[in-house]
């Protein structure tokens, strides 16, 4: 079965710095997508960013970057210039695909604090 | 940018009440979905549906729930007799284009359920 691992059950970060997220999830499979959402306190669920496996070349959104090894079976999210906006809850997100129906996956999620 | 619209935001209900959650998909989505966060716990999936029928189900789904497009926009969750473990934020999610592509599940805000 896929599962998704999310080891830091909380971060913090000072304002301006860079801040990594990591996550590793378990799979047979060769293609399939990750991605990470944001949920900030207001908890509305927020896509981040996403990466097909099959792409060697790292995801990257602005501030957001991610480090994909796909051999490790690691995807972790970077964030620079950290800003108090990013304060959020972070989860990690592996997409199953089966006969035509797929789900999402979710880790346990990160708690990111911004300090000023 | 066209969202997931979900309502009630807050719902308050008596045990054993039928309860309905309200989701307006992405107008041109074609794939539906709730999910289910307990407080303070990882976002669980609940239910697929496509073409008018469940595409997959979790074992959470139980015969309390069940899911239903009435017409073209809407797409609801309804939980029959509720119970105390019902409690938690749902999230309905709708995908464009066909399955295996590399379109994100767009979230709602989410309704919090709360049973009393």
């Known amino acids: 079965a896929q599962t998704v691992t999310q080891s830091q059950p909380e971060m913090s970060v000072q304002e301006a710095e860079t801040v990594t997220l990591s996550c590793t999830y378990d799979?047979?499979?060769?293609?399939?997508?990750l991605f990470w959402y944001k949920q900030p306190p207001s908890r509305q669920m927020i896509l981040v960013i996403r990466?097909?496996?099959?792409?060697?070349q790292n995801a990257t959104e602005n501030r957001f970057s991610v480090n994909f090894q796909k051999a490790a079976k690691s995807f972790s999210l970077k964030i620079s210039d950290s800003q108090l906006g990013d304060a959020a809850m972070y989860f990690c997100?592996?997409?199953?695909?089966?006969?035509?129906?797929?789900?999402?996956?979710f880790g346990k999620g990160t708690k990111l604090t911004v300090n000023p | 940018e066209p969202e997931v619209t979900q309502t009630p935001s807050h719902q308050v209900t008596q045990m054993g009440q039928e309860v309905i959650l309200r989701c307006v998909p992405i107008?041109?989505?074609?794939?539906f979905y709730w999910y289910r966060q307990i407080l303070g716990q990882k976002v669980e999936f609940l239910v697929s549906?496509?073409?008018?029928?469940?595409?997959?189900k979790s074992e959470i789904f139980d015969d309390q729930f069940s899911v239903e497009r009435p017409d073209g926009s809407n797409f609801t969750l309804k939980i029959r007799s509720t119970k105390l473990e019902d409690s938690a934020m749902y999230f309905c999610?709708?995908?464009?284009?066909?399955?295996?592509?590399?379109?994100?599940?767009?979230f709602g805000d989410g309704t919090r359920l709360s049973i009393l």
């Open positions: 999610a709708s995908r464009s284009d066909r399955a295996y592509s590399n379109q994100p599940q767009h």
């Open positions: 799979t047979s499979e060769s293609d399939y997508y």
């Open positions: 990466q097909e496996a099959y792409k060697q």
């Open positions: 997100a592996y997409r199953i695909t089966q006969g035509g129906s797929e789900k999402l996956v």
């Open positions: 107008s041109n989505h074609l794939y």
């Open positions: 549906f496509y073409n008018n029928e469940i595409s997959e």
